[in-house]
């Protein structure tokens, strides 16, 4: 993917949206293919002990959920925090997380009150932590249980692979609170976000990798016109 490109989040839902609606892809295809080219990237960058895959309840979960699948396939040792009750689960989220529990791969609920008072120690145990929480929807200040698990996110000192953005970074516009996983490496998917390129918000991306989801090249290059044509976040265009 051509990291020049940059769309903001109503073009990369206007993505989604046409994928499915106009070009018959299936959202748990797309879905399958975030979360699969994750997978392909945390194995690109060396895994050497256990990947914990911290998830919320939206689409953003789901990716996650894909990720434990796929890198528990391949023999890692891979376990999911779920930071919202099961019954918040919908849509393709939910068909995922109903795949990984009767795979039996190892789920943890931030609802326990047992792990939420050792929810420290538990991240110390990876090697990796995939932060699954919060997708390019997020927008103002993150409420809890998110905050705390952030905040003990970016005290562990383990490795971070984020999925699509930072939780608590905004898509459009940054680093705007002060709540923001601090991820190594951003596995974003399609195009780069423009609350990437606002100064400081590196310290929280990290390194960015642009995945593609299978979406066609005509349907890029579609929503590509339509963005630079409305003067926003097109082909090679910066947020002012």
Not at 103 to 123: R, V
Not at 152 to 157: D, E, L, P, R, T
Not at 167 to 193: E, H, M, N, Y
């Amino acid at each position: 993917m051509n990291a020049n490109v940059v769309l903001s989040r109503r073009w990369i839902r206007e993505v989604d949206r046409r994928a499915i609606e106009e070009y018959g892809i299936p959202g748990p295809v797309l879905m399958e293919n975030a979360g699969r080219g994750a997978a392909d990237l945390l194995c690109r960058l060396g895994i050497e002990g256990a990947v914990l895959i911290v998830c919320g309840r939206g689409n953003n979960a789901g990716d996650g959920f894909v990720i434990a699948r796929h890198l528990e396939l391949r023999g890692f040792r891979a376990e999911v925090l779920l930071c919202s009750a099961p019954d918040q689960l919908q849509g393709d989220a939910l068909l995922n997380f109903s795949i990984i529990r009767k795979s039996e791969i190892p789920i943890h609920f931030l609802t326990d009150p047992s792990l939420h008072q050792n929810l420290p120690e538990k991240l110390r145990t990876a090697d990796w932590i995939v932060d699954a929480m919060l997708g390019t929807g997020t927008v103002g200040p993150v409420r809890p249980p998110f905050d705390e698990v952030i905040e003990c996110v970016n005290q562990s000192g383990k490795r971070v692979l984020a999925v699509d953005l930072p939780s608590g970074l905004d898509c459009d516009a940054g680093p705007t609170t002060g709540t923001i996983v601090r991820a190594d490496v951003t596995a974003t998917f399609v195009a780069q976000k423009p609350g990437f390129l606002v100064e400081g918000a590196r310290n929280f991306t990290g390194e960015v990798q642009i995945l593609d989801i299978g979406t066609p090249r005509k349907l890029i290059q579609d929503i590509l016109c339509e963005a630079a044509a409305d003067g926003r976040f097109g082909k090679d265009k910066q947020p002012e």
